[in-house]
C-alpha cells in the first residue's frame, strides 16, 4: 500500500512540477481574501456537525490525520504516512509528523490525536460508525498511535479521511473541555488560525505563520497548502443573486452558489472569472418503498424506463458545463465508478413505460411528489415526460425544510427531489443505506454492504459495490438522473484557485 502510495507521489509530483513551479513564480504575499459563502454554518466543529459548510470553513483551520486525493482516496496529512496495518488486519499503527504545531503554538501529540478521535468517535456520525468496531485507541509514545480493530474493516482509513464530520485534531485539553458539545474556541494545526466569527457578518481567519505544510504537492483535499493572503474571510449572504452582485460590483472576491442562467452573460466577463465546479452530486428521485403505490417494483422500473434525463438536468442547471449523463451510482472521478446497468439508465421510452404500467396494474392513481424549491424545475421537466406514459402525478412545491420533515411518514408521500452528495466509500452513501428516508430495506442490499463494510481486499469490495450497483437497477430504489455541479465566480484578481467540488483557498493569492 505504502509503495502504491509512494509511486502515486512520484508520477503526481513529474506531472505537475511545471505547474508548481510556474504557480510558484507568479504566486505573492499579502491581501484579504473575501469569500461569500450561501449561509452561516451552524458550528465551527467539525466533529459536531457533518455539513458540507462546516468542514469548508473548517478545513482551513483544521486538519485530520489523513486527508482526500483528488478521486477522493486517503492521503497522509497530519501523519506522516499510511497505516502500518497488522498481518490480521486488526492494528493500526500511525506515525505523526513531527514538529507540528498548535495555533497556540503548542506542539502536537500522539495524546491530542487519541483524544480527538475519540471526541469524534462519540459526536459524528462516522466517527460513531467506525467506533462500533475500535477495541482500543492509544498513544504508544509522543508521535505513535495505534488503533486496534474488534474485527477487519476496509472502511477504517476512509472514515479517519472523510472531510465532512471528520476526524479533525484538537488539543487534548480542547477535547477534554467540550467532551459532548460543540467546541467554542478553535484551535486546528491549518494554514489559517481563527480570529472572529460575528454570525451573519463574517468569519475571519489570518495566515498561521507555524504553519508546517506536507512536503508532496497540493492533491485534492491534501497535500502541499500555502497561506499566502494574509487574512480570509467567509461572508454568508442567503441571496443568490445578491451573492452574484457582491462580486460583479466589487465589494468581494469570490462567491460559490449563483445563479447558473447566469453562466453565459458571465463566461467572457472582462473582470469575472466563471467557474463551473467539478462534479459534486447526483440528482435523485427518491422513492417510498414502505408505503404507497411506489412501492411497487413494476412501477419503479416504468418511471425509470420513462425518463430521458437530459432535458430533465437542462431544466434544473442550464448549459452542460452544470451537468453530465452517467449511470453509476458513484462519480466517475472515483476508483468505484461503473457502468454496470446502463441499458436501463436514459432510455426514454414513453411506449415501453406504457406497457410496464399495465403490467403493475396501474390505475391512474395520485402520486405524491415533493419538491424543492431549488429542484422544482427539474422535477416539473420529469412530471411532463411521466404524463405522457400514464402517470397521475400530483407535484407540490415546498420549502426544504417541510419536505424533511414530511418524508419522515411514509404515508404522506410517494416520491420526493433530492440531491446525493458523494462520499469516497460507497459504505458511507446516502442512498445505500436502508435507514434513509425512502427505506431500501432489501435483504439483498443488506447482505452485501456488511461484505462490503468487513472486506478488505480493494478487487473484492469492488465486484461487491458492482453487484450493488446491478441492484439498484433491479430494485430501483431511487432514480439517478444524473451528475451535477454548481456555479461559483471569482474576480479575475483572485489567482492559483482549484477548482473542485468544494472550495478552498490556501494556495490562493490576489494580484
Not at 120 to 129: N, V
Not at 189 to 203: A, L, S
Not at 246 to 264: H, I, K, L, R, T
Not at 347 to 365: F, P, R, S, T, V
Request: proline share 6%; aromatic share 12%.
Amino acid at each position: 500500500m505504502k509503495n502504491k502510495f509512494l509511486l502515486g507521489l512520484i508520477l503526481t509530483l513529474c506531472i505537475m512540477m511545471l505547474f508548481v513551479t510556474s504557480s510558484a513564480a507568479e504566486a505573492k504575499m499579502g491581501g484579504v481574501l473575501k469569500v461569500v459563502i450561501d449561509a452561516d454554518p451552524p458550528t465551527l466543529d467539525p466533529h459536531a456537525s457533518s455539513t458540507t459548510l462546516v468542514f469548508v470553513v473548517g478545513y482551513h483551520m483544521f486538519e485530520g490525520l489523513y486527508s482526500l486525493d483528488e478521486n477522493l482516496n486517503p492521503i497522509p496529512m497530519l501523519a506522516a504516512d499510511l497505516p502500518e496495518i497488522s498481518d490480521d488486519k486488526l492494528v493500526y499503527t500511525i506515525k505523526l509528523r513531527p514538529g507540528l504545531k498548535f495555533h497556540n503554538g503548542k506542539d502536537v501529540t500522539a495524546e491530542d490525536a487519541v483524544a480527538s478521535v475519540k471526541r469524534w468517535g462519540k459526536m459524528s456520525k462516522y466517527g460513531k460508525s467506525l467506533f462500533k468496531n475500535v477495541t482500543s485507541i492509544e498513544a504508544k509514545d509522543p508521535l505513535t498511535i495505534e488503533l486496534k480493530l474488534t474485527k477487519p474493516t476496509g472502511i477504517t482509513l476512509v472514515s479517519l479521511a472523510m472531510p465532512n464530520g471528520g476526524a479533525f485534531i484538537y488539543p487534548k485539553d480542547i477535547c477534554e473541555k467540550y467532551p459532548d458539545k460543540p467546541v467554542e474556541e478553535y484551535l486546528g494545526t491549518g494554514p489559517f488560525k481563527f480570529v472572529e466569527w460575528k454570525p451573519h457578518q463574517y468569519i475571519k481567519m489570518v495566515r498561521f505563520e507555524d504553519y508546517k505544510p506536507v512536503e508532496f504537492p497540493t492533491n485534492g483535499f491534501g497535500g502541499k497548502k500555502v497561506a499566502y493572503v494574509d487574512e480570509l474571510q467567509f461572508i454568508p449572504i442567503s441571496d443568490e443573486a445578491v451573492r452574484l452582485t457582491s462580486v460583479e460590483g466589487g465589494e468581494y472576491d469570490f462567491a460559490d452558489f449563483v445563479p447558473v442562467d447566469e453562466y453565459n452573460r458571465l463566461k467572457d466577463h472582462p473582470d469575472i472569472q466563471a467557474l463551473p465546479s467539478a462534479p459534486r452530486a447526483w440528482f435523485a428521485f427518491q422513492f417510498n418503498k414502505r408505503a404507497g403505490i411506489m412501492s411497487n417494483v413494476k412501477m419503479r422500473e416504468a418511471f425509470l424506463t420513462a425518463l430521458d434525463m437530459g432535458p430533465i438536468l437542462a431544466a434544473g442547471y442550464g448549459d452542460e458545463a452544470f451537468w453530465r449523463l452517467d449511470p453509476s451510482i458513484m462519480l466517475k472521478e472515483q476508483i468505484w465508478w461503473s457502468d454496470v446497468g446502463k441499458e436501463k439508465y436514459n432510455q426514454g421510452d414513453i411506449e415501453k413505460a406504457k406497457k410496464l404500467l399495465e403490467e403493475a396494474g396501474y390505475k391512474g392513481e395520485e402520486i405524491v411528489w415533493m419538491s424543492g424549491r431549488l429542484e422544482y424545475n427539474l422535477s416539473l421537466a420529469a412530471k411532463n415526460q411521466l404524463e405522457k406514459a400514464g402517470f397521475n402525478i400530483d407535484l407540490q412545491a415546498m420549502e426544504w425544510a417541510t419536505l424533511a420533515d414530511r418524508r419522515k411518514n411514509p404515508e404522506l408521500w410517494d416520491i420526493f427531489s433530492t440531491g446525493m452528495t458523494t462520499k469516497p466509500d460507497p459504505t458511507m452513501f446516502t442512498p445505500l443505506n436502508p435507514a434513509y428516508a425512502g427505506w431500501w430495506e432489501s435483504p439483498k442490499l443488506i447482505e452485501l454492504m456488511d461484505k462490503l463494510a468487513t472486506e478488505t481486499d480493494f478487487d473484492k469490495r469492488y465486484k461487491l459495490m458492482e453487484e450493488i450497483q446491478e441492484l439498484f437497477y433491479t430494485e430501483i430504489p431511487t432514480i439517478k438522473v444524473g451528475d451535477y455541479a454548481n456555479f461559483r465566480i471569482a474576480s479575475k484578481n483572485v489567482k492559483g484557485f482549484k477548482n473542485m467540488n468544494e472550495i478552498f483557498f490556501w494556495n490562493v493569492w490576489k494580484e
